[in-house]
């Protein structure tokens, strides 16, 4: 089974740009979270998605945003960009039926804010 | 609101030494507890979770934890190192929504 596939692999975008994020699930798995790392705040919750419908949300912005297709991938936006929003983008999967399930990461977004 | 402590920021030991990472927990009630290892560049992996039980729990690669609710600590364990165990380890706790909540992470290096 194909593990969680995210893309792209590294981005660079300059301030004030918007940028999306793709996140393809495991096969079968309804949720999708995304979180954000970073050195000095370390990993964060961003929003979960649970069939098309966000079920959960971190304290970010609103300038984070993000949606879930009928087929369970998952895209994030980032709108306004600043410099503090470069960061390593992490999706995670899960069957999205139990809460505390395993989550399944991804290798993660490397985005670059200039 | 949840929080999690991870004391060491980095960890060095010994190819064959014992490992122990420490990590303490601030919860209301039963915590859902997980330890994650992440590799440079690469995404995270669950290494084992605590939900209930036996509050000694196994998991993969050879690493166990024990949840001790006295102290609020989930310290993850293994006999013996070995140089692939390299790597950054994070300690998490679940929140009732499902969403994690993670330490700031303790960077393992092992000398051959």
């Known amino acids: 089974k194909a593990g969680v596939t995210q893309t792209p692999r590294y981005l660079i975008k300059t301030r004030g740009q918007q940028v999306t994020l793709s996140c393809s699930p495991i096969s079968g798995h309804r949720s999708v979270s995304w979180y954000q790392q970073t050195p000095g705040q370390g990993l964060q919750f961003l929003f979960e998605?649970?069939?098309?419908?966000?079920?959960n949300k971190g304290n970010f912005p609103g300038r984070f945003s993000g949606r879930q297709f009928s087929n369970s991938r998952s895209e994030m936006n980032v709108s306004t960009l600043e410099l503090g929003d470069s960061a390593l983008y992490l999706c995670a999967s899960s069957p999205g039926l139990a809460v505390n399930e395993k989550l399944f990461f991804g290798s993660g977004t490397q985005l670059s804010v200039l | 609101a949840q929080s999690v402590t991870q004391p060491d920021i980095h960890i060095t030991v010994s190819e064959g030494a014992s490992l122990e990472l420490r990590c303490n927990y601030s919860y209301g009630a039963t915590p859902y507890l997980f330890w994650y290892v992440q590799s440079p560049g690469q995404g995270l992996q669950l290494l084992l979770k605590y939900f209930s039980g036996d509050t000694l729990v196994q998991g993969i690669k050879g690493f166990e934890a024990e949840f001790k609710r006295s102290q609020s600590s989930f310290n993850l364990r293994k006999p013996s190192v070995h140089w692939s165990d390299a790597a950054e380890y994070f300690c998490a706790v679940g929140e009732v929504t499902g969403q994690l909540v993670f330490g700031a992470g303790t960077i393992l290096r092992v000398k051959s």
């Open positions: 998605y649970f069939s098309e419908t966000q079920r």
